[in-house]
């Protein structure tokens, strides 16, 4: 299999715990609107953008919504969501992530964040990691949603390498999809029934460093 010249990684979830935010600002707006919301509906959200992500739980809710509104709702569960990643500090990195960036980078293998928020420089900063990415491409700049892969092949080309030299880090269904789809190999983050089509799952960037790479990837 081809070398390993590129790396990255999405942000929610895999670099750092934000998920349980996005969960408790969705659970909270959700079940103000009426609508039952468990970690079961929110694995579905996880890589989806802001508004997709709302527009799902209005549709399992059977709710419509004119623009506007829709607008007006996706703005409240951010200001939370802000709220909440506003106290967040560096202790809140998961494990194994700054170590695996710091050893990536040492050995000269170029990094990228591969994101859907449009919160996440500010996430990056708030942690002291902005300085950790070659290139940082988020639901700022991307049009296109995971499972679509337009933000891993814009990180590719930020990097100017090849989809088959990157691997891909992701927590999210859709976003192995979008991996797997850009034609890079994926290491899925968390449980190997949700993220079975991964190339190889771990419990979390703490099981992995570059040799163990190369070894289940190579
Ligand atoms: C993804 C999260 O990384 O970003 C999703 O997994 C989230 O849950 C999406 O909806 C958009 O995030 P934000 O910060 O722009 O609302
Ligand atoms: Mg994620």
């Known amino acids: 299999m081809s070398e390993i010249k590129a790396c990255l990684f999405d942000?929610?979830?895999?670099?750092v715990d934000t998920a349980k935010y996005h969960f408790k600002a969705w659970k909270r707006l959700a079940n103000e609107l009426g609508i039952d919301f468990t970690e079961k509906e929110n694995e579905q959200l996880k890589g989806v953008s802001r508004v997709e992500?709302?527009?799902?739980?209005?549709?399992w809710g059977g709710l419509e919504k004119n623009d506007s509104e829709?607008?007006?709702?996706?703005?409240?569960?951010?200001?939370?969501?802000v709220d909440m990643i506003?106290?967040?500090?560096?202790?809140e990195i998961l494990p194994g992530a700054r170590e695996l960036l710091n050893e990536l980078r040492a050995n000269g293998i170029k990094i990228a964040l591969g994101s859907a928020s449009k919160n996440s420089e500010?996430?990056?900063f708030k942690i002291?990691?902005?300085?950790?990415?070659?290139a940082i491409v988020d639901g700022t700049i991307v049009s296109k949603s995971k499972p679509d892969p337009e933000v891993f092949l814009k990180g590719a080309e930020l990097l100017g390498e090849k989809p088959e030299n990157c691997i891909v880090f992701e927590d999210a269904v859709a976003g192995v999809e979008a991996?797997?789809?850009?034609?890079m190999r994926v290491v899925g983050i968390g449980e190997s029934q949700t993220l079975y089509k991964a190339d190889w799952v771990v419990s979390g960037l703490d099981q992995i460093n570059l040799k163990k790479l190369q070894n289940q990837l190579s």
């Open 53 to 59: 992500s709302l527009q799902l739980i209005l549709k």
């Open 70 to 81: 829709l607008q007006n709702l996706a703005t409240l569960k951010n200001t939370w969501y």
């Open 86 to 91: 506003n106290k967040m500090k560096a202790d």
């Open 11 to 15: 942000l929610d979830g895999v670099i």
């Open 128 to 134: 002291n990691l902005y300085d950790a990415f070659d």
């Open 179 to 183: 991996a797997i789809s850009g034609g």
């Open 122 to 124: 500010a996430i990056l």
